[in-house]
């Protein structure tokens, strides 16, 4: 169970119940080959808003920076009505990690939503840029980078509208360099230069389209990396798809990311030499790492911290539920330092042991309890000021007062469904059974430890309280 | 107005001296001395104000004919404002800090900034807590870096920096070290006091995986300072009357604590939106107000209890606003600001440079004249004790109000 769960949560956002019961003679290829298979197709578009036609016009949101098309009090109801669309999409968002079984493309689209961090108040352009990534997570990143490079979201975050002939803005190219493919110190400030000049033009129209603005394009010589010509945005794509160095760096987040916080060098070495080679094929470099014998090594399992999102995710999927107020998940994410769609900046959520402080541990060990025993949330999170454009209350404040006031509780979990999938289990294996299905770490916590709290009267009693004690360990914060 | 950058370094405007009617000495005197921890014992109280608040409204230059003329709706009449000098002005809520401005215990510090402004909120706010250069994405924060220091891996509570709040800002986070976010001494306290997690430190306080080592340390700590800092807000509690405002009820928490032994030398704690884009006299005033009460009590409290010396209250805010006013009553984002320091303990007062010159702007905004990380590298060394370069990554030249 111990292998097959790590490419479960490596792969995805951990088992469901039945996925416990389905147990087969593990082989790597085998279930990898069974993990691709569900993710393969090509995912729905996640929507929240039809168009541009629903008035979220280009810099809405950006005081200052729009035009004076609208009066103010019709541009705060846009604002507002896009505030809630991005909302939407974060929950919308969640729900297919939770209920998708194309797990491995929501992972990876997770990993990529970091790697092109972006913020746009625009939720228009935030539908597009997910579906671009949705579409392009396990294909090609040169077709990744090259989508998402051109999408309104990013091309607007990063400025390249600013971005003229005569008078660079190189936001734009320094970010696609220094966090999207070569790395920081693989790059000159002349490249940086030479690139901005390269990118002018890039930009997009009132219907969210990328479009080429040849008039203020720089159509002059430019040398970048030791390549000269007279190139523009898709040359310097080009030119820096061309440099290993692109595949190496990667590589090397993807495998943070899936593997382990501490790379190993000849790893990434043999990993990111042959994802350059294929192509920069992103489904043969993860099926290079997920059917690796050293993926399934003891000092690649169960070590890695999980991000708020994934432990949301997780905690719904192995323990199904209903939600009252599914608002209530962006709450947590704001306890806990993810909020989806609002990157810390540009350089996207840096993990690992970031996640973790006295407090933030603190509202993890306590997320089980709070959904399945009805313990108030209690607690008041930050306001996010690009988000909320100084109206008084953070934007998810009216959750707090209505989650308070239920005193079920923030979700009814469905514990028929947990009991049925450990059904064939005696009840004196049953400890074992939930802490692997639970916990990747070895040894379990001791027996007594949690049995010491546990609900004896029933066998359903049992069961959940001692999921629920299992969720709240510092184990439980590790995949 | 001609804004010579640096000078004010070695000039200082000496504006408010003729104001000092009350030495420090006499203040103080026949004030109960309850303090467990010996006055001397200095504490930074930083406070933030989240959204970028207006500066030009904060501290008015109310006989400048710029101001006045990209402000017609917006901008306050000399009448209405509180008279610093003949030529500045404070907003008319902030009557206690114009108060603590007479009295001596109060320095302002104009056009504080820093290269390549970012008007994003969150960028901006990034820059100020990882105090990173514009251009660079730092992981951790300069209280927190001062709390890597300060605790050196070595001491029995990493409680030296707090963060009154429920979620622990990027400002706390170190390397070695994280702050810990505590918005209510007895909540924390409560909600760590969960018996299965004592039962799991009991018998499984030692992980040969480093990572989850780290959980369970960051646990065990996690419940050890909140029964420290519990029993610390218990010993001493502040007994003064504050408004039963947020900010009001996080003032007294930080006196009370300040009163007892604890070992903690920084508090943080924010207050906003002053993100007035729109209306932004009721938003401003309302906030002000609420600043200006809670503020107000705190001073009067630690003067009681004679500790108005050894604590140093610093405001600041991510970015300024704009130049013009803009078509709502309000102001878009801008770049520097003013910051406030208030305290007992300051070397110069009163305002510390020049006003902003309005007249060189940079596309419609102020250009700053002294860098927040001087700032930072000032509240370090002089206040703080610590070594400023270290925490700060570079040498970063101090300033000499403290």
Same mark, same amino acid.
């Given at each position: 169970?111990?292998?097959?769960?790590?490419?479960?949560?490596?792969?995805?956002?951990?088992?469901?119940?039945?996925?416990?019961?389905?147990?087969?003679?593990?082989?790597?290829?085998?279930?990898?080959?069974?993990?691709?298979?569900?993710?393969?197709?090509?995912?729905?578009?996640?929507?929240?808003?039809?168009?541009?036609?629903?008035?979220?016009?280009?810099?809405?949101?950006?005081?200052?920076?729009?035009?004076?098309?609208?009066?103010?009090?019709?541009?705060?109801?846009?604002?507002?009505?896009?505030?809630?669309?991005?909302?939407?999409?974060?929950?919308?968002?969640?729900?297919?990690?939770?209920?998708?079984?194309?797990?491995?493309?929501?992972?990876?689209?997770?990993?990529?939503?970091?790697?092109?961090?972006?913020?746009?108040?625009?939720?228009?352009?935030?539908?597009?840029?997910?579906?671009?990534?949705?579409?392009?997570?396990?294909?090609?990143?040169?077709?990744? @980078?090259? %989508?998402?490079?051109?999408?309104?979201?990013?091309?607007?975050?990063?400025? $390249?509208?600013? #971005? !003229?002939?005569? *008078? /660079?803005?190189?936001?734009?190219?320094?970010?696609?360099?220094?966090?999207?493919?070569?790395?920081?110190?693989?790059?000159?400030?002349?490249?940086?230069?030479?690139?901005?000049?390269?990118?002018?033009?890039?930009?997009?129209?009132?219907?969210?389209?990328?479009?080429?603005?040849?008039?203020?394009?720089?159509?002059?010589?430019?040398?970048?990396?030791?390549?000269?010509?007279?190139?523009?945005?898709?040359?310097?794509?080009?030119?820096?798809?061309?440099?290993?160095?692109?595949?190496?760096?990667?590589?090397?987040?993807?495998?943070?990311?899936?593997?382990?916080?501490?790379?190993?060098?000849?790893?990434?070495?043999?990993?990111?030499?042959?994802?350059?080679?294929?192509?920069?094929?992103?489904?043969? @470099?993860? %099926?290079?790492?997920?059917?690796?014998?050293?993926?399934?090594?003891?000092? $690649?399992?169960? #070590? !890695?911290?999980? *991000? /708020?999102?994934?432990?949301?995710?997780?905690?719904?999927?192995?323990?199904?539920?209903?939600?009252?107020?599914?608002?209530?998940?962006?709450?947590?994410?704001?306890?806990?330092?993810?909020?989806?769609?609002?990157?810390?900046?540009?350089?996207?959520?840096?993990?690992?042991?970031?996640?973790?402080?006295?407090?933030?541990?603190?509202?993890?060990?306590?997320?089980?309890?709070?959904?399945?025993?009805?313990?108030?949330?209690?607690?008041?999170?930050?306001?996010?000021?690009?988000?909320?454009?100084?109206?008084?209350?953070?934007?998810?404040?009216?959750?707090?007062?209505?989650?308070?006031?239920?005193?079920?509780?923030?979700?009814?979990?469905?514990?028929?469904?947990?009991?049925?999938?450990?059904?064939?289990?005696?009840?004196?294996?049953?400890?074992?059974?939930?802490?692997?299905?639970?916990?990747?770490?070895?040894?379990?916590?001791?027996?007594?430890?949690?049995?010491?709290?546990?609900?004896?009267?029933?066998?359903?009693?049992?069961?959940?309280?001692?999921?629920?004690?299992?969720?709240?360990?510092?184990?439980?914060?590790?995949? | 107005?001609?804004?010579?950058?640096?000078?004010?370094?070695?000039?200082?405007?000496?504006?408010?001296?003729?104001?000092?009617?009350?030495?420090?000495?006499?203040?103080?005197?026949?004030?109960?001395?309850?303090?467990?921890?010996?006055?001397?014992?200095?504490?930074?109280?930083?406070?933030?104000?989240?959204?970028?608040?207006?500066?030009?409204?904060?501290?008015?230059?109310?006989?400048?004919?710029?101001?006045?003329?990209?402000?017609?709706?917006?901008?306050?009449?000399?009448?209405?404002?509180?008279?610093?000098?003949?030529?500045?002005?404070?907003?008319?809520?902030?009557?206690?800090?114009?108060?603590?401005?007479?009295?001596?215990?109060?320095?302002?510090?104009?056009?504080?900034?820093?290269?390549?402004?970012?008007?994003?909120?969150?960028?901006?706010?990034?820059?100020?807590?990882?105090?990173?250069?514009?251009?660079?994405?730092?992981?951790?924060?300069?209280?927190?870096?001062?709390?890597?220091?300060?605790?050196?891996?070595?001491?029995?509570?990493?409680?030296?920096?707090?963060?009154?709040?429920?979620?622990?800002?990027?400002?706390?986070?170190?390397?070695?070290?994280?702050?810990?976010?505590?918005?209510?001494?007895?909540?924390?306290?409560?909600?760590?006091?969960?018996?299965?997690?004592?039962?799991?430190?009991?018998?499984?306080?030692?992980?040969?995986?480093?990572?989850?080592?780290?959980?369970?340390?960051?646990?065990?700590?996690?419940?050890?300072?909140?029964?420290?800092?519990?029993?610390?807000?218990?010993?001493?509690?502040?007994?003064?009357?504050?408004?039963?405002?947020?900010?009001?009820?996080?003032?007294?928490?930080?006196?009370?604590?300040?009163?007892?032994?604890?070992?903690?030398?920084?508090?943080?704690?924010?207050?906003?939106?002053?993100?007035?884009?729109?209306?932004?006299?009721?938003?401003?005033?309302?906030?002000?107000?609420?600043?200006?009460?809670?503020?107000?009590?705190?001073?009067?409290?630690?003067?009681?209890?004679?500790?108005?010396?050894?604590?140093?209250?610093?405001?600041?805010?991510?970015?300024?606003?704009?130049?013009?006013?803009?078509?709502?009553?309000?102001?878009?984002?801008?770049?520097?600001?003013?910051?406030?320091?208030?305290?007992?303990?300051?070397?110069?007062?009163?305002?510390?440079?020049?006003?902003?010159?309005?007249?060189?702007?940079?596309?419609?905004?102020?250009?700053?004249?002294?860098?927040?990380?001087?700032?930072?590298?000032?509240?370090?060394?002089?206040?703080?004790?610590?070594?400023?370069?270290?925490?700060?990554?570079?040498?970063?030249?101090?300033?000499?109000?403290?």
């Amino acid at each position: 169970m111990l292998l097959q769960n790590h490419l479960f949560w490596r792969s995805g956002f951990g088992p469901t119940p039945q996925m416990q019961n389905q147990a087969k003679a593990f082989t790597a290829k085998k279930y990898w080959d069974a993990v691709w298979q569900s993710a393969e197709k090509a995912p729905m578009p996640l929507q929240v808003t039809q168009s541009m036609a629903d008035g979220m016009m280009n810099g809405l949101g950006q005081p200052g920076g729009q035009a004076q098309m609208e009066s103010e009090a019709s541009r705060e109801v846009l604002r507002k009505q896009s505030r809630q669309n991005i909302r939407n999409l974060n929950l919308l968002w969640i729900n297919e990690m939770v209920e998708s079984p194309a797990q491995l493309r929501e992972k990876m689209s997770l990993f990529w939503h970091g790697h092109f961090a972006c913020r746009s108040l625009n939720a228009f352009f935030q539908q597009q840029l997910l579906h671009s990534i949705r579409e392009n997570a396990l294909g090609s990143f040169a077709t990744l @980078l090259r %989508e998402v490079s051109k999408s309104p979201a990013m091309l607007q975050f990063l400025n $390249n509208q600013q #971005n !003229r002939k005569n *008078s /660079p803005n190189e936001n734009f190219a320094r970010e696609v360099m220094e966090l999207f493919t070569l790395g920081r110190g693989n790059y000159s400030e002349k490249d940086v230069k030479e690139a901005a000049r390269a990118f002018t033009g890039w930009s997009f129209d009132l219907s969210g389209q990328f479009i080429f603005r040849k008039g203020i394009h720089d159509g002059g010589q430019k040398t970048l990396l030791g390549k000269t010509g007279n190139f523009n945005g898709d040359d310097v794509i080009d030119v820096l798809l061309a440099k290993e160095q692109t595949a190496a760096f990667i590589t090397n987040k993807i495998y943070r990311f899936l593997v382990n916080d501490a790379p190993n060098p000849d790893h990434i070495k043999w990993l990111s030499k042959r994802f350059f080679e294929s192509q920069y094929s992103i489904q043969k @470099l993860l %099926e290079d790492i997920f059917t690796a014998s050293w993926f399934y090594d003891k000092a $690649n399992i169960g #070590n !890695r911290i999980k *991000s /708020p999102v994934e432990l949301l995710v997780g905690l719904r999927r192995q323990m199904p539920m209903k939600l009252h107020n599914e608002a209530s998940q962006l709450v947590f994410q704001r306890a806990l330092g993810q909020v989806l769609m609002y990157p810390p900046n540009v350089a996207g959520w840096p993990g690992g042991q970031n996640w973790i402080d006295a407090s933030a541990l603190m509202f993890r060990m306590r997320l089980p309890q709070i959904l399945a025993q009805g313990q108030a949330i209690n607690l008041k999170t930050k306001g996010d000021d690009d988000a909320d454009m100084g109206r008084m209350q953070p934007a998810d404040s009216p959750i707090l007062p209505a989650v308070a006031a239920r005193q079920r509780g923030v979700a009814t979990i469905n514990w028929e469904e947990i009991v049925a999938a450990f059904a064939n289990v005696n009840r004196e294996n049953l400890y074992q059974q939930l802490g692997e299905s639970l916990l990747q770490m070895r040894p379990l916590p001791p027996k007594a430890t949690l049995e010491a709290f546990a609900q004896k009267e029933s066998r359903e009693q049992y069961i959940s309280s001692i999921m629920v004690w299992l969720m709240s360990t510092p184990e439980y914060q590790l995949c | 107005m001609h804004i010579r950058r640096r000078q004010f370094l070695q000039q200082g405007t000496m504006a408010a001296a003729g104001t000092m009617l009350i030495p420090q000495f006499l203040q103080a005197l026949g004030q109960p001395q309850v303090a467990a921890v010996p006055p001397g014992t200095k504490v930074l109280v930083v406070l933030q104000l989240s959204g970028g608040n207006d500066g030009l409204n904060t501290i008015i230059p109310v006989r400048n004919d710029i101001y006045y003329r990209s402000r017609p709706r917006i901008g306050i009449a000399k009448d209405k404002a509180l008279a610093l000098t003949d030529e500045v002005g404070i907003h008319p809520a902030l009557t206690h800090f114009k108060q603590c401005y007479d009295q001596g215990e109060m320095a302002i510090l104009n056009s504080v900034g820093y290269p390549n402004p970012d008007r994003s909120h969150f960028r901006s706010m990034d820059i100020w807590h990882s105090a990173s250069p514009s251009n660079q994405y730092w992981n951790t924060g300069w209280l927190g870096r001062y709390l890597d220091a300060a605790c050196n891996g070595t001491c029995a509570h990493a409680t030296q920096a707090l963060e009154i709040d429920d979620v622990l800002s990027l400002a706390l986070k170190g390397d070695q070290q994280k702050g810990m976010a505590v918005q209510d001494p007895a909540r924390l306290y409560s909600s760590s006091q969960n018996k299965l997690y004592r039962s799991l430190l009991a018998t499984k306080a030692q992980q040969e995986e480093p990572t989850a080592n780290y959980l369970y340390k960051t646990l065990g700590n996690a419940i050890n300072n909140a029964d420290y800092i519990f029993k610390a807000s218990k010993a001493s509690t502040s007994t003064a009357t504050y408004p039963s405002t947020e900010l009001g009820k996080s003032l007294k928490t930080i006196a009370s604590l300040v009163f007892s032994d604890i070992n903690t030398k920084v508090y943080y704690v924010s207050l906003g939106s002053f993100d007035t884009h729109t209306n932004q006299d009721n938003q401003q005033n309302r906030l002000f107000t609420e600043l200006n009460g809670a503020v107000g009590a705190f001073v009067s409290d630690l003067k009681a209890q004679g500790r108005f010396d050894d604590v140093l209250l610093c405001t600041f805010s991510e970015f300024g606003r704009r130049v013009a006013q803009n078509g709502s009553g309000g102001t878009d984002h801008g770049t520097a600001n003013n910051m406030f320091f208030v305290g007992g303990g300051l070397k110069r007062k009163g305002l510390l440079n020049d006003m902003p010159n309005l007249s060189t702007l940079e596309n419609g905004d102020l250009i700053h004249q002294v860098d927040f990380k001087n700032v930072y590298a000032t509240l370090l060394n002089q206040w703080l004790k610590a070594d400023a370069n270290a925490i700060l990554g570079t040498p970063t030249q101090a300033l000499d109000f403290i």
